[in-house]
């Protein structure tokens, strides 16, 4: 206790010898003032006699050299550092005098998050070079998200620029990948959503959701880096896909929510909270598979600009030979394998090439026996099993290619949810088998 009153009373000693200080007496450099002060007239240099209340203290400007930072410096990487105030303070815990730094959980330095919880559960962040890397990007693909991006950061005038983006397609035409490609060769790490979390069992916590996540992205760019909202299969968690399908609280509160942003990007306000102060704007990303299902306000041309992808031939085979760019198949086979399937997809090709391990991982299995797989996989000293690259040729990629196909002919044939609604099919349960003759 009498330490602490010592303390107190040395500080105090301090700064009353500081108010009664003239301006011809120097200042003494302590760990708490730096190195770098100087004294400041506000009447005059020349006279000696200056009045108590004109004494200013003020830090020296000085220039920030990034390349004179050592590995001495203890406050090396906040020149750079683009965390959270709160954490810089955090980090600074010990930097200087106890005498004005509270004890832990008492001050201003306390954290109130984790490192860990400031940043975004949504932010996606590509650790591969934002180059190609061997993958095809469609030319028109790439135009339209290249430009909405580019057109979103600008300052246009007199041009009222859509929000937000509506990719829409069939399924399994790469959408998505593709997206994630344009992200990476632009260096943009996107804030993610998915349809998942569109819906909740809390009324306006989607909504809420958006708000966050739209704020976490304007907040990225604000400290110098690009950045979009991507929201994934935007009709599957907003739409209405028939009269099945209920329309919910939040489904209504989401397309409001979308409504209102893209109205007014720069002002988009958490509940509960109302300033003044705008956000950056933020570009918007969503993919779908039927943006009529969507509703019709929220997809009004002054509120999303939306691209129907339908790939070409030319890229269907320019993204094949991405998929097979590892497998030395020539151009010539991967043109004929997508010319023996013009119906399909582009996923179909990468669970054809998913399909030639098949046999790989049979012989292994075989090899090791069903009973020690789960001890080999999980708990073996020398780890998972390693596989060869098995040799991809055309007449294997055709089988397995047929073999996918008669699967879902299968599923577009064999309907039984249908005969066993409409009636009692019960002596009928290899019907199919028997009349295709595989029974």
């Not at 100087?38 to 005059?44: D, R």
């Not at 591969?128 to 339209?144: E, V």
């Not at 600009?305 to 991967?334: L, M, N, Q």
């Amino acid at each position: 206790m009498a330490s602490s009153v010592s303390t107190v009373a040395a500080a105090n000693k301090v700064l009353l010898s500081l108010n009664h200080t003239v301006a011809g007496t120097s200042v003494p450099s302590t760990a708490f003032f730096g190195k770098t002060l100087k004294k400041v007239n506000a009447k005059g240099a020349s006279s000696p006699k200056v009045s108590n209340r004109s004494f200013r203290i003020v830090a020296q400007a000085q220039e920030i050299d990034e390349k004179k930072q050592t590995d001495q410096d203890r406050w090396k990487g906040l020149v750079t550092d683009m965390s959270d105030d709160q954490q810089d303070i955090t980090r600074g815990k010990g930097m200087v005098d106890p005498l004005f730094q509270a004890p832990v959980g008492t001050g201003t330095h306390h954290p109130v998050l984790s490192s860990y919880e400031y940043i975004s559960q949504g932010l996606r962040q590509y650790n591969l070079d934002n180059t190609l890397d061997g993958f095809y990007i469609a030319p028109a693909f790439m135009d339209k998200l290249v430009v909405h991006i580019t057109k979103n950061f600008l300052t246009l005038p007199n041009i009222k620029v859509p929000l937000i983006l509506g990719i829409w397609g069939g399924k399994g035409q790469g959408k998505s990948f593709q997206c994630e490609l344009v992200f990476r060769k632009m260096g943009i790490n996107p804030i993610m959503m998915s349809a998942g979390e569109l819906e909740s069992g809390n009324a306006g916590e989607p909504a809420k959701l958006i708000r966050q996540r739209y704020r976490e992205a304007a907040e990225i760019i604000r400290k110098g880096n690009m950045c979009v909202l991507f929201i994934n299969d935007l009709d599957a968690g907003a739409g209405r896909m028939g009269g099945t399908t209920q329309y919910t609280v939040n489904n209504q509160m989401v397309n409001a929510t979308l409504m209102n942003i893209a109205d007014n990007p720069t002002n988009v306000q958490l509940p509960g909270m109302y300033n003044k102060q705008e956000n950056a704007r933020v570009p918007i990303i969503v993919t779908g598979n039927d943006f009529s299902t969507l509703y019709a306000p929220l997809i009004r041309d002054g509120r999303m600009e939306k691209f129907y992808w339908a790939p070409t031939r030319e890229d269907r085979i320019g993204v094949c030979k991405g998929i097979f760019r590892t497998d030395s198949v020539p151009d010539e086979h991967v043109v004929r394998l997508v010319d023996a399937f013009p119906g399909q997809s582009i996923d179909f090709f990468g669970a054809l090439r998913a399909r030639v391990y098949d046999d790989e991982v049979r012989k292994w299995i075989e090899k090791t026996g069903i009973e020690q797989v789960g001890e080999k996989l999980l708990n073996s000293i020398e780890g998972p099993p390693k596989f060869e690259q098995p040799k991809m040729t055309i007449d294997k990629l055709l089988e397995y290619g047929y073999l996918l196909v008669q699967e879902q002919e299968n599923v577009k044939r064999v309907q039984l949810a249908d005969k066993y609604l409409k009636e009692a099919a019960l002596g009928d349960a290899n019907a199919d088998a028997i009349n295709t003759g595989n029974f």
